[in-house]
Nanobody, 124 residues
Framework: EVQLVESGGGVVQAGGSLRLSCAAS????????IGWFRQAPGKERERVSC????????AYADAVKGRFTLSSDNAKNTVYLQMDSLKPEDTATYYC?????????????????WGRGTQVTVSS
């Protein structure tokens, strides 16, 4: 059974940093892609970042490129989203997701497996 458990959300001032974690079980990262989506109130869900199961490369949405870094610890089956230079527009519920297209810098728009989400609030 695939399970994804997020942690690390919180409240931070603009310009600050947070690190989100997603502990995965039921699969390994060379079997299924894994990454993050986010959804702000009243807005559509949007892609954030992913790690490809094919070659371990990462992809980022333009809105977070250069500020967010996605990494993985295969021994712990955990991925980390380091978020720096946070902006108020980064405020959203962040969802860890697995099993979706993530290749050649392109990230799919939906996934087969989802975590429950963790709230990130960036104050101005």
């Amino acid at each position: 059974e695939v399970q994804l458990v997020e942690s690390g959300g919180g409240v931070v001032q603009a310009g600050g940093s947070l690190r989100l974690s997603c502990a995965a079980s039921g699969f390994t990262f060379d079997e299924r892609s894994i990454g993050w989506f986010r959804q702000a109130p009243g807005k559509e869900r949007e892609r954030v970042s992913c790690i490809s199961s094919a070659d371990g490369t990462t992809a980022y949405a333009d809105a977070v490129k250069g500020r967010f870094t996605l990494s993985s610890d295969n021994a712990k089956n955990t991925v980390y989203l380091q978020m720096d230079s946070l902006k108020p527009e980064d405020t959203a519920t962040y969802y860890c997701a697995a099993d979706f297209p993530c290749l050649l810098g392109i990230m799919g728009v939906t996934a087969d497996f989802w975590g429950r989400g963790t709230q990130v609030t960036v104050s101005s």
